[in-house]
């Protein structure tokens, strides 16, 4: 399976919500990264976090890392309509050359007006 | 500011046909490049990347190949495409975070 895997596949709120998927991982990371793509897009980079790192902000998104547990979460604070999109995290891995990132399924979100 | 571009944006090709896109990267140097391929509503999947000129990594056996004439030029190539060619190709630069181009949507009949 995927290095990087997020739960749930799809999600679904009411704007004003707040929305949060996971990624969990296998192997041992340098950091962790979350992305966002809106529909036929490119992917733009959201935050990233490295592996000493168990939190951060970025206005109204706050990501967690347990490096325990392989998992991170990203959290979005008072949904828009705007944040409608994919969400993917993507790994960076100890000992990979070149910066390659592993990038999971990713988490499609729906924000409802 | 750091800029990067894709072309073209779509692409129909019969099968057999070559293919060629192209990526290009302004504003940075020696950075390193990243394709890859999106199959529809899935993940990113690493094709090729690239640390410098003329070095190319190749993640998964296929039909494609890349080269990097040129520090921030990145090609993706074949000679003859196959219907599980189609999907949305990617190109990115790096420092530390990867950073997108618009994508070239590439369907293959």
């Known amino acids: 399976s995927q290095q990087g895997e997020e739960d749930p596949q799809a999600l679904s709120i009411q704007e004003g919500e707040n929305a949060t998927m996971n990624c969990s991982y296998k192997t041992s990371i340098n950091n962790l990264q979350w992305y966002r793509q809106n529909s036929g897009r490119g992917l733009v980079h959201l935050i990233l976090i490295r592996s000493n790192e168990r939190e951060k902000h970025s206005g109204r998104l706050r990501v967690t890392l347990d490096t325990s547990k392989k998992s991170s979460s990203l959290l979005i604070t008072a949904s828009r309509a705007a944040d409608t999109a994919s969400y993917f995290c993507?790994?960076?891995?100890?000992?990979?050359?070149?910066?390659?990132?592993?990038f999971g399924g990713g988490t499609r979100v729906l924000v409802k007006p | 500011s750091q800029t990067i571009h894709q072309w073209p944006a779509t692409l129909v090709q019969p099968v057999g046909s070559p293919l060629s896109l192209e990526c290009t990267v302004e504003?940075?140097?020696?950075?390193?490049l990243y394709w890859y391929r999106q199959a529809a509503g899935r993940g990113l999947q690493l094709l090729f990347y690239s640390v410098g000129i003329g070095q190319i990594s190749s993640e998964v056996p296929q039909n494609l190949s890349a080269s990097r004439p040129q520090d921030r030029q990145f090609i993706l190539s074949s000679k003859k495409l196959l219907l599980s060619d189609s999907g949305f190709y990617l190109c990115?630069?790096?420092?530390?975070?990867?950073?997108f181009g618009p994508g070239t949507r590439l369907l293959v009949l």
């Open positions: 990115a630069w790096s420092l530390e975070t990867q950073y």
């Open positions: 993507a790994t960076d891995l100890l000992k990979a050359a070149g910066n390659k990132l592993t």
């Open positions: 504003g940075t140097s020696n950075p390193n």
